[in-house]
């Protein structure tokens, strides 16, 4: 069931998108976990767009980088779950201050990011399940929303057709999943490395779980390894007992994630492969199922870091330095 004010705010962030004079870019900033919802959304566009380009950024990279193209036909799509990323809040005013349109997500309503932004989405926060109100599920409407005001692109049909499944599609993958999440706990809670490995619209979750699962909620070191890259440089580290968790997506990119898993499962005993089809993606709308399998793959891996942390005695809430130290 989709509540009034979500929509409502989505309705409005597009209305404003649709009566722009012109869209260009769609820039998506941000930091962290945050910043990480945004690649598969930049992937979209870049396979759906042919008149507007996407550009996921950092938001200290943003402002560092200063993009020639920020403009009056721009629109930014910034998101913070505290609202508080100074970065990100920095990042829009930098936006509007150039012309841009900008929209913000937060899960803070008065947050400053929402202050610094012409529209905000306030999302759902229920980690390890998955609706069209949570953040990923609500900058695929926001993405496919504006293809289709800008290009008529019909696409978002699917994308809302797929999001109604989801939920159910995240709970069935978590309990089918169930004993490989605790074998996967007792073998590696004494790892002091594990690797993620994925690519296209994965490669964001992927990333996501080496620095916000494994490096910050763990200290268990860890890269996120581009499987197209591996080849390049990072399969010399792969050995016998080198743990690597890996997702095979569906879509265009499979082959790109199935060449790496042949050679990786050859020479390392310590893969996980997590495989879109058999976490259900498919019955998700073909056309949508690349750009929606990111959100089943996060809640999902959100289930294992869990019961990975409950094995190291490690709660996935200790930092030391991040919100403690100036930093
Ligand atoms: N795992 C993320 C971090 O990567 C991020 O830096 C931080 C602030 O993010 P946000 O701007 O979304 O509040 O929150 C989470 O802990």
Request: charged letters at 20%; a negative charge; aromatic letters at 8%.
């Amino acid at each position: 069931m989709l509540t009034e004010t979500i929509t409502t705010q989505i309705t409005n962030a597009l209305k404003a998108v649709a009566d722009c004079g012109t869209v260009t870019d769609i820039f998506y900033v941000a930091c962290g976990g945050s910043y990480a919802l945004m690649l598969p959304n930049q992937y979209a566009v870049e396979r759906e767009s042919s008149s507007i380009a996407g550009q996921a950024l950092n938001a200290a990279e943003f402002k560092a980088r200063a993009p020639k193209r920020l403009g009056k036909g721009s629109v930014v799509i910034l998101c913070s779950h505290s609202g508080t990323t100074p970065e990100t809040v920095e990042a829009a005013k930098i936006a509007r201050a150039a012309g841009a349109l900008t929209i913000s997500l937060t899960h803070v309503p008065g947050s400053p990011l929402d202050e610094a932004s012409e529209h905000t989405i306030n999302y759902t926060h229920a980690p390890m399940s998955m609706s069209a109100e949570h953040s990923p599920a609500v900058l695929a409407r926001l993405t496919f929303g504006i293809l289709a005001a800008r290009e008529g692109s019909k696409l978002v049909v699917d994308i809302d057709a797929g999001l109604a499944k989801i939920g159910g599609i995240v709970d069935k993958a978590i309990a089918d999943q169930k004993e490989a999440i605790a074998a996967y706990a007792e073998a590696h809670k004494r790892e002091p490395v594990i690797y993620t490995m994925a690519s296209g619209a994965n490669y964001g979750p992927a990333y996501s779980y080496a620095i916000c699962i494994y490096q910050e909620m763990q200290w268990i070191h860890s890269a996120c390894i581009h499987a197209g890259e591996y080849f390049h440089g990072p399969f010399e580290i792969t050995d016998f007992d080198v743990p690597f968790v890996q997702l095979v997506g569906v879509g265009a990119s499979r082959s790109v994630d199935e060449r790496a898993l042949a050679f990786a499962q050859k020479y390392s005993q310590r893969m996980t492969v997590l495989d879109a089809k058999a976490l259900g993606v498919d019955e998700m709308p073909a056309s949508v199922a690349e750009y929606l399998q990111p959100l089943v793959f996060s809640s999902v891996l959100r289930a294992y870091a869990d019961k990975l942390a409950d094995a190291k005695g490690h709660p996935l809430s200790v930092r030391r330095y991040m919100w403690k130290m100036e930093y």
